[in-house]
Every structure is written in C-alpha cells, then in structure tokens.
C-alpha cells in the first residue's frame, strides 16, 4: 500500500470520528490541496473547517483527498465513496492536476460533470471549487481552464468556490518551495475562501 493510499485511509477515519446522525455529512473530494501536502494533517484547510464547524455544531466532514488525484481518478473512486459515506454535501475540489499535466479541458470537463451527476444521483448538494494553473501553459490554455469552473457551476446551478487559493497564490511567502502547494500558516484564508459559500448551504 503506497504512502498515499494509507494517508488517504487514515484521514477517512480522523474525519469520521466526528460523525453524527444529527449533522449533515460533507465530504471533500480533493487533490494534495485537501489533502494537506507538505503540512501536518490537523493543519491542512480541511482539518481547519471541521473545527470551525464543530464550534457551531454544524456539520461533520469526511476527508476523501488523494494527493496528485486527477479528475479520472476521482470519478473512478467516487462511487464508492458515496455508497460508503452517504454525504449531504460533496465539495468537489478537482482538475488543479489535469490542468498542470496539460490534460484535454474536454475530458477533465466531462469527468466533472460526471461527478457532478453522480453526486447530484445519490441526493448529495454539490459545491465546485474553482482552480487556476500558471500562465506558463499559455493564455489559451489558462483561460479556457479557469473557465471551466464558472460554466459548470452555472449549467448544473450548483454553489461555487471561485477560486481556493485567493488570497494565497500571488503572495510567495505562503506557499511551499515547490512553487505549488499551501503552507500551514495559509490554510485559514483557504477556509475563508470556502466557508461563505457552504455555511448557506448547510443552514
């Protein structure tokens, strides 16, 4: 078993300790963003908002991100999860690696809405959460990527994160020596960019 998948697993398990009939269930579907790359699990945005949101008793939150995931590989795992974890909500936080790998937009758009379409299947709320690449792939490519979020959320009428790192992504000092991933100390703007949207929901 890689390193991943026991990571994997074991954020599923620190998450669904948490469970309660009461609350609504959230599951995050992410990539090494979610995930916590580089940081320690109970700092990760994730984490972050379990807490946030078991101070108003609100809702609990299943973990299922993967690092290096892509939307192939989160449409193949998902309908397990859904079947596992039966969630209210699916946070939806894929393509950031379809994008970096120059993947097709078509394919990574159509596994999207697929997912979209599963969730929506099982009676879950979605929400998408919006990724931008550098502007070294080009104008064209950029453009059209970050795009496809916006013209998903407005086709399936569901909530959308605009963009997770805003706030984050332009300023060096809160991202690792990678170039790519979040540090710790840039996690609650992460939460920030994403609690407004879903606090509706879950009200």
Do not use: C
């Not at 398990?13 to 995930?35: E, H, R, Y």
């Not at 699990?41 to 101070?55: I, P, R, T, Y």
């Not at 879950?124 to 690449?133: E, F, N």
């Amino acid at each position: 078993m890689t390193f991943v998948r026991i990571l994997f697993i074991s954020t599923v398990i620190f998450f669904t300790q948490f469970a309660n009939a009461d609350q609504p269930k959230i599951m995050v579907m992410g990539d090494s963003l979610s995930a916590g790359y580089g940081i320690k699990l109970d700092e990760g945005w994730v984490s972050l908002l379990q807490k946030e949101l078991a101070k108003k008793n609100k809702a609990t939150i299943v973990n299922a991100s993967v690092s290096g995931e892509t939307t192939s590989g989160g449409l193949t795992r998902l309908p397990a999860l859904l079947s596992q974890h039966k969630p209210d909500i699916v946070i939806l936080e894929l393509g950031g690696n379809d994008g970096l790998r120059g993947h097709p937009l078509k394919i990574m758009r159509e596994n999207l809405q697929a997912m979209i379409d599963l969730g929506k299947s099982k009676g879950a709320t979605i929400v998408l959460v919006g990724m931008q690449i550098p502007t070294n792939y080009g104008a064209r490519y950029t453009t059209q990527f970050k795009e496809v979020y916006p013209e998903l959320a407005e086709k399936n009428k569901i909530a959308l994160v605009p963009f997770l790192l805003e706030g984050v992504a332009m300023h060096s000092e809160l991202i690792q020596n990678d170039g790519i991933h979040p540090t710790a100390e840039a996690q609650p703007a992460i939460v920030k960019n994403v609690m407004p949207v879903l606090l509706p929901l879950i009200q």
